[in-house]
Nanobody, 123 residues
Framework: QVQLVESGGGLVQPGGSLRLSCAASGSILSINAMGWYRQLPGKQRELVAG???????NYADSVKGRFTIARDNAKNTVYLQMNSLKPEDTAVYYC?????????????????WGQGTQVTVSS
């Protein structure tokens, strides 16, 4: 059973910074891509940033130059450093992982999600 557990959300003033973390655990054989998404009430979840196992990254245009995604493969953990935060960054942030795990003794490729963490940018 695979779990993704996020931490680091909270309330911050405009211009401030937050660092989100997401640790994957369970019967994991390997992790391919990891990423961060965000969702506003009544809107679709959108990609914020992604990172491959080789370290290649991609970002939504709205966060380029302000957010940085990184991962620690030894810890199965992905991070999102968010700087110069704006009120429009307010959302629930979810981490995701595309990974290979053991399910009933057999390798299985699948997508997993964290429970979400609230980020609120407000004065």
């Amino acid at each position: 059973q695979v779990q993704l557990v996020e931490s680091g959300g909270g309330l911050v003033q405009p211009g401030g910074s937050l660092r989100l973390s997401c640790a994957a655990s369970g019967s994991i054989l390997s992790i391919n891509a990891m990423g961060w998404y965000r969702q506003l009430p009544g809107k679709q979840r959108e990609l914020v940033a992604g990172i491959t196992s080789g370290g290649s990254t991609n970002y939504a245009d709205s966060v380029k130059g302000r957010f940085t995604i990184a991962r620690d493969n030894a810890k199965n953990t992905v991070y999102l450093q968010m700087n110069s935060l704006k009120p429009e960054d307010t959302a629930v942030y979810y981490c995701s992982a595309h990974l290979l795990s053991l399910i009933m003794g057999a390798p299985s490729l699948g997508d997993y999600w964290g429970q979400g963490t609230q980020v609120t940018v407000s004065s």
